[in-house]
Every structure is written in C-alpha cells, then in structure tokens.
C-alpha cells in the first residue's frame, strides 16, 4: 500500500498539470511550491520524467533520496512510489474537453446577459476546470461556497459590480444547461415555492 492518501495523490498530479499549462513562470513556479509543500507534509518528493513520447509524474518517500537522487539501496518497498502518467487520456485531453464544455458556457452566460456576467462564469470556469477538472455545472453546494468564500475574492479581482452580481451570475450558468442549481445559490422565492410544491 501507498502511504500517501489519494485524495493527496490527486492534489500532486492536479497541481503539476497546472504549472504544466501556465502561462507565466511564477505562476508555475507557486504551483509547484504548492504541491512540493504538499507532498512535504507525508515526506514525499515529486520528480517528473520524460519517458520516450510520456511525460511521469513521480512521488517518492523522501528517505529515498540524497541530495536530489534516489538511492537504490534505500529502497525498500517500491510500491510507496506512487506514478501518474501526465499526457494522453484521462489527463490533458480531458482537461481540454472540460474546459472548451464551460467556456461555451461562459460565452452563452455573456451573449444572454453580458459582459459582467460573463466575466463572474468565466472565473468560475477557471476555478472548476483548474481545481477540479470538472464541468461547471456539476458543482456541489460546497463547491460553489468555496468558490464564492475563498477562490472568487482573492483569484478573480472582481469589481465590486461583479461581487454584487455574482451569485446571480452561477444561476445564469446553471440555467444556461437547464439544470437546477445547488441551495446555496437558491433566492428564498425559489426555496418557498419548493416548500410550497412539497406540501400540495
């Protein structure tokens, strides 16, 4: 068995593939501080390798290593190194899928509503497709509080129009595929009308 947790596992190779994409190098570069800090707290390393055509991510128990590289006579149990392959399938064609999903709706939300509206979808876009690599419409109640509380005042820069109007914004985005969103996002004449229906 591994001995890191999977849900850190996930965080790892998520993170990678962000400083992966970016754009700018400091941007990358906090990524990947992110994700080592991570991996710190289990003494776990991360090493990408190129491998022919494959690009690996590797995490190793950081017992392993000297200066940077790993010992072979310290290796015990190579079932602790954990391996994610980070192209081909389930990896950046996903991302690239789920991404092109929300931002054609983020370009409805704008054509339907407009430019400040738009711009609200769009940072939830980001937050979706980059934290979690899910489409936009998928989001719990939970994901949408954090985006709200945590991601959306401190990544997003929004003008105070955009604060006032963002939780209208992710309804638009709901409404965009035609789906119900999460209570958190609920006016009381929705919750009312619910309440209302359930005790007919």
């Known amino acids: 068995m591994a001995d890191l947790p999977i849900d850190i596992i996930e965080s790892a190779e998520r993170l990678t593939r962000l400083a992966r994409r970016a754009v700018d ?4 570069a906090a990524y990947r501080q ?10 776990y390393v991360a090493h ?7 690009t690996i991510l590797v995490c190793y128990p950081d017992d392993w290593l000297d200066d940077g ?7 015990e149990d190579t079932d602790r190194a954990i391996e994610r392959p980070l192209d081909g399938a389930g990896g950046d064609r996903d991302y690239e899928q789920i991404d092109g999903y929300n931002r054609g709706i983020v370009q409805e939300v704008e054509e339907t509503a407009g430019q400040v509206h738009a711009a609200n979808a769009n940072a939830f876009a980001d937050f979706m497709g980059n934290h979690y690599l899910r489409r936009v ?7 949408v509080e954090e985006f709200l509380t945590e991601y959306f005042p401190r990544n997003a820069w929004p003008s105070e129009e955009q604060r006032q109007l963002v939780r209208e914004s992710l ?7 035609d789906s119900p ?5 609920r006016d009381d004449a929705e919750d ?5 229906g359930s005790d007919a």
């Open 34 to 43: 992110e994700r080592d800090e991570t991996l710190a707290e289990y003494e």
């Open 137 to 143: 419409d998928s989001a719990s109640a939970a994901t």
């Open 69 to 75: 590289t790993v010992q072979i006579d310290r290796i």
């Open 171 to 177: 309804r638009l985005v709901f409404d965009m595929v």
């Open 181 to 185: 969103p999460p209570a958190t996002l």
């Open 48 to 54: 990408v390798r190129e491998e022919d055509s494959e």
């Open 25 to 28: 190098e400091n941007e990358a």
């Open 192 to 196: 009312e009308a619910d309440r209302m």
